[in-house]
């Protein structure tokens, strides 16, 4: 099998770059692959059964065309200041060029017209006072918010809109390896995803392309990893974000959630001085599990457009870097993520944040007596500093305390903790403007990589990687 071009990973990025070629009016012969399964059949069984069942070969909430994205909140951050360092490889103006573009193709795919974060200057000048107050740094970010049902129903219609345009999709197929051969990338190798989990690889296959773009997104960044190392691809140690999700009444979060819709809040509290921030803030929300191919539990929010509950929740996140002796911050969110996993026997943990000020665990009876209900039915009262790291667990409660500056009643007794929320996008690919390393025809895309974060960012870059195949440039 040959193909002019392979686009392996159908998230936001794989997919728009494989619209923008069929914009393009592309001639290329065009093959799209995703490990897991088509948007249509990825069902999450915990809505019903209300607890996870493990399912195979991959979680539908974190794998399958989309990625993340159709079971996400759904947010679309409409500013380049906001999403990774594509910026920095176009520039400031392309990127925004790029974001009205992928923008006006959302919404001629059914995303909501109205725009969050944008109605009233006066009260976000009064919002950024006492960020100021609290050492914080507000963010101001126009947001258009799909939701997630939405969200499921757009990137369906995209799906069938790319198959229905002739290029190729296969899905339910993973990428054993890359086939290179004198510094370029000459195909890939494949096998059935079933079979592979099943550790039957006796049925590889390969397949032929002159260009290959890998658009694995964070649920393929320890993937990345290994084909870094496998085939000498330049790359360097990247951030990991270890961090909780937290979860109070949406009285508290009011005045945020009217007027920004998502807080987007950085700081670098003492006495460590690392970068801490919020991020995906669900007002009306849900918290989710996610689990990972290693058996991960990691908890993970999202919000509908119909579907309300009386809780607001959001991440905190903590920044590490790590460079030597010990240069694999993957590995290290993963083991946090396992230790907190042990102690929830392979569940979420959710503990009040008046129980840790207390130096105690929380008990489900106190859960059951408090004010805030968790929306995690299934997540387990517990002790996450017993798990979670001394120092991004001081960032984390120390931000909080900053927040409650902010919004009066966040550092709340009754306020829920939930772990581990890791970021798994710590591997950075050196690449170039044309979004390619040091391997010949072999390019790299999206949040996986290390050069966006979150949906608009990786579809910009898929539009962008569209463009310069067919001007030829690369």
């Keep these: 099998m040959k193909y002019d071009i392979i686009i392996v990973g159908a998230g936001p990025s794989g997919l728009f770059t494989a619209l923008e070629l069929i914009k393009l009016d592309s001639k290329k012969k065009i093959l799209l692959i995703e490990k897991g399964k088509r948007v249509e059949n990825r069902k999450c069984p915990k809505e019903t059964k209300n607890n996870c069942i493990d399912c195979q070969p991959y979680c539908s909430i974190t794998t399958g065309v989309s990625g993340a994205g159709a079971f996400s909140d759904g947010k679309l951050s409409l500013s380049p200041e906001v999403g990774g360092e594509l910026p920095e490889y176009i520039g400031y103006d392309k990127a925004k060029e790029l974001i009205k573009y992928v923008d006006d193709i959302y919404l001629q795919f059914g995303a909501d017209k109205n725009v969050e974060g944008v109605k009233d200057e006066d009260k976000v000048k009064e919002i950024r006072r006492k960020a100021i107050m609290a050492n914080l740094k507000l963010v101001v970010c126009p947001i258009r918010h799909l939701g997630t049902e939405k969200a499921h129903d757009i990137f369906k219609d995209i799906q069938n809109y790319i198959i229905d345009s002739g290029i190729e999709l296969k899905a339910n197929l993973y990428v054993d390896d890359l086939i290179i051969d004198n510094n370029t ?50 790359h360097r140690a990247g951030t990991v974000d270890i961090g909780v999700r937290v979860e109070v009444r949406d009285e508290i ?4 959630n009217d007027v920004l819709y998502e807080g987007k809040l950085i700081g670098y509290p003492k006495p460590y001085k690392n970068k801490v921030r919020t991020f995906c803030q669900n007002p009306s929300g849900f918290v989710a599990e996610e689990r990972y191919d290693n058996q991960l539990s990691i908890v993970n929010g999202h919000s509908y457009k119909r579907k309300k509950t009386q809780n607001t929740n959001l991440a905190i996140l903590s920044s590490h870097n790590f460079e030597h002796p010990f240069n694999q911050p993957i590995q290290y969110g993963r083991k946090v993520a396992q230790l907190v996993n042990m102690l929830g026997d392979n569940k979420i943990i959710v503990q009040r944040y008046g129980d840790i000020m207390d130096g105690k665990r929380t008990w489900q009876k106190e859960l059951n007596e408090s004010n805030v209900i968790p929306t995690l ?11 979670i790291p001394y120092r991004p667990m001081t960032n984390i409660i120390n931000f909080i305390q900053a927040m409650d500056i902010i919004v009066p009643g966040f550092a709340s007794p009754e306020t829920l903790l939930y772990g581990p929320e890791i970021k798994f996008y710590s591997n950075k690919v050196m690449i170039d403007n044309s979004f390619t390393a040091n391997i010949k025809n ?11 974060r979150g949906l608009m960012m990786a579809s910009c870059s898929g539009v962008q990687m569209a463009r310069l195949l067919e001007d030829k440039c690369i």
């Design 185 to 234: 990338i000459k195909g890939i190798q494949v096998i059935d995803s079933y079979e592979w989990k099943k550790g039957n690889t006796e049925n590889i296959k390969e397949i032929y392309a002159d260009k290959v773009i890998l658009s694995v997104g964070r649920k393929g960044a320890d993937w990345l990893k290994k084909m870094c190392l496998k085939h000498n691809i330049n």
């Design 253 to 256: 979060m009011k005045e945020i």
């Design 377 to 387: 039915k299934d997540a387990v009262a517990g002790d996450l500093t017993s798990a």
């Design 442 to 452: 072999l390019h790299f895309l999206g949040d996986g990589c290390g050069l966006t």
